[in-house]
């Protein structure tokens, strides 16, 4: 009879340890999110880098965080190449100097100029003889001393000039002679083969390839100087076809650049793309950002940070107090002084360096926020 009765005596023992182990784990726990507490004691070299805080509730403002790149504002560089063939005689800008829109940055000597200026003191002579022409034909006709069929010819003489001296005109034009010089009278203009090249806006000269003595041509893709506006730069980043919703013009938001930590450089959304990138998914946002003080330099990476909900109370940990193993999210928990105990959690990104349990925690329970990495190695050594 007894030898009956000790295997159901020992079946109640395992049920009863058994229902005393699961009462002392975490109701979210299972047996492969649950290991052995860890003391640091058996890590005395991690004790000191280890700190801990008490889990509760905090505001957090959601945000969309997306990478990108400083720029130049669209309309605020200029890429100037010349006009025209020619040997540099000054350069009067250096590298970094500030240029008001209209200043000379270098002066060229040009054939290009003497040529097109022979042909339009020869047109302008021309034009001068057959408009004499036409209407002496035309005082001859009205006499009937003159053929109509003269008259017309001279009439059509006329035309012609009128279309050359045109010509000559805009030739000269495009040479970036002032159209005030070309309106005086011949004998008064003042037009030589020194040609100014001109800023075409107010910035910095941020790229400059041209020297003294050098020969230049009017291909458009030799870029003599680069100017730009510096105080107002744009932000250009990339965002997925799932946020795009959460992206409007006019949207305040923040950048951050690595060059400065910690800083925030308020921004407006600019512009919304109309085109998605095929390979990557994405469509170009353009931010503006104020850059008065110079920090920002364009190609440099940045991240803009644009607020997409209310604030709104969350239970909140630091990113840094999460670690992950086999595709799961864990922390330690503080189960006693200097005593961890690893615990699965659910949780969701809001932030930068914040994110929101979803389970698996409990307001005032306090945690591992720094070092839960070095208690993550000893418990592998261990």
Request: charge should be neutral.
């Amino acid at each position: 009879m007894i030898s009956q009765v000790k295997p159901f005596l020992f079946l109640g023992v395992g049920v009863t340890l058994w229902a005393c182990s699961q009462t002392q784990e975490p109701s979210s726990s299972s047996p492969a999110t649950t290991s052995k507490s860890i003391s640091s004691e058996a890590a005395p070299q991690a004790a000191g880098q280890i700190e801990t805080a008490v889990v509760d509730f905090k505001p957090v403002q959601p945000e969309l965080v997306l990478v990108g790149k400083v720029a130049y504002g669209e309309d605020r560089y200029s890429r100037i190449s010349s006009p025209l063939q020619g040997r540099v005689v000054e350069v009067r800008a250096r590298l970094g100097d500030h240029v008001e829109a209209g200043a000379t940055l270098l002066v060229i000597d040009s054939a290009d100029i003497t040529a097109a200026y022979s042909e339009f003191v020869k047109e302008a002579s021309e034009l001068e003889y057959s408009t004499r022409a036409q209407e002496l034909a035309k005082e001859l006709h009205a006499t009937k001393a003159l053929a109509l069929k003269d008259l017309k010819q001279a009439e059509n003489d006329l035309i012609k000039a009128r279309a050359e001296f045109r010509r000559a005109k805009e030739r000269l034009l495009s040479l970036r002679i002032p159209a005030s010089e070309l309106e005086k009278p011949l004998a008064q203009q003042r037009i030589t083969s020194r040609f100014d090249m001109k800023s075409p806006l107010t910035g910095t000269v941020v790229e400059r390839a041209v020297t003294p003595g050098q020969s230049v041509g009017s291909d458009a893709g030799q870029v003599l100087f680069t100017v730009a506006d510096l105080d107002r730069l744009q932000v250009v980043a990339d965002v997925y076809e799932r946020d795009l919703a959460l992206v409007k013009v006019s949207q305040v938001g923040r950048i951050n650049v690595e060059a400065y930590p910690g800083n925030d450089f308020a921004s407006v959304v600019a512009s919304i793309g109309d085109v998605v990138d095929p390979n990557t998914r994405t469509i170009k946002v353009r931010a503006w950002v104020d850059n008065r003080e110079q920090h920002l330099k364009p190609e440099m990476f940045a991240r803009l940070r644009l607020d997409i909900g209310d604030a709104s109370p969350f239970l909140t940990i630091p990113k840094e107090a999460v670690v992950e193993i086999d595709g799961k999210h864990f922390v330690y928990v503080v189960d006693a002084p200097n005593h961890y105990v690893k615990r699965e959690v659910g949780v969701s990104n809001v932030s930068s360096d914040q994110v929101r349990i979803l389970h698996g925690l409990t307001v005032s329970e306090r945690i591992v926020t720094k070092g839960a990495v070095l208690i993550k190695g000893q418990e592998v050594k261990g």
